[in-house]
């Protein structure tokens, strides 16, 4: 998979890709990324990506030029199987939305900052939008690190252990049951005495209970 990140705060961006799983993913060539910084494709002597509103109002908007340029450079190298613009307002991102992603070959995550971007480009250059949460967030970077991160632990072999990502929370509907480590008492606090039985049918079945019982207390929303 190659995903292409357009933003005009590239810094931003840095270090999410260059550290743990997500590095390793790059360094293991199943995930290939690619922070584009959208000022080389700004023309004039200050390379302007930004101005104000028509119209007026506070804040500045991303203009389509740059935009569209770097869109259509891109798209000249390789074919992209969705354009997506981070946005407040797009579609809600959700487990399965990363699932449907992580079978995608090649991404576009654009970012939006300042008041958003030029309308046109909303409409006519993205295939999607998508929203990580109904919160304002600064700019579309850390959203697009959200998604990149959600759907690259999806792709085989980035996760040492496969079944890993398949036991995750809301991966059946579910939220996932507890899990507990060394030592197995600490002051008078004890790790449930089934998991140390070495019973594993009767442990799945512990956990499958614990997982139906949380989703019921804390994401009912998930068994409708
Ligand atoms: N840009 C600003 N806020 C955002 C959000 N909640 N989701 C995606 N992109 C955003």
């Given at each position: 998979m190659h995903i292409s990140i357009i933003t005009c705060l590239p810094r931003l961006l840095e270090s999410p890709f260059n550290d743990s799983i997500l590095k390793r993913a790059q360094t293991k060539g199943l995930v290939s990324v690619d922070i584009i910084d959208l000022r080389e494709y700004a023309t004039g002597k200050h390379k302007p990506v930004d101005d104000y509103a028509f119209g007026g109002g506070a804040g500045m908007v991303l203009m389509i030029e740059p935009i569209d340029k770097c869109i259509t450079d891109l798209k000249s190298k390789r074919h992209y199987d969705e354009i997506i613009y981070m946005s407040p307002d797009g579609e809600l991102f959700t487990q399965s939305v990363a699932n449907e992603l992580s079978l995608k070959k090649n991404l576009i995550l654009l970012c939006g900052h300042y008041k958003g971007v030029d309308e046109r480009v909303r409409e006519h250059l993205v295939t999607r939008e998508i929203s990580i949460g109904d919160y304002v967030l600064s700019g579309g970077e850390l959203a697009a690190a959200v998604v990149a991160d959600a759907v690259i632990r999806?792709?085989?072999?980035?996760?040492?252990?496969?079944t890993s990502a398949l036991s995750d929370s809301f991966q059946d509907g579910l939220v996932a049951p507890p899990v507990y480590t060394r030592p197995a008492e600490y002051k008078d606090w004890k790790v449930p005495e089934i998991l140390l039985s070495g019973h594993q049918a009767r442990i799945e079945e512990w956990k499958h209970e614990q997982s139906l019982e949380r989703t019921h207390k804390r994401r009912p929303n998930l068994l409708k």
């Open positions: 999806l792709i085989p072999g980035v996760l040492s252990d496969e």
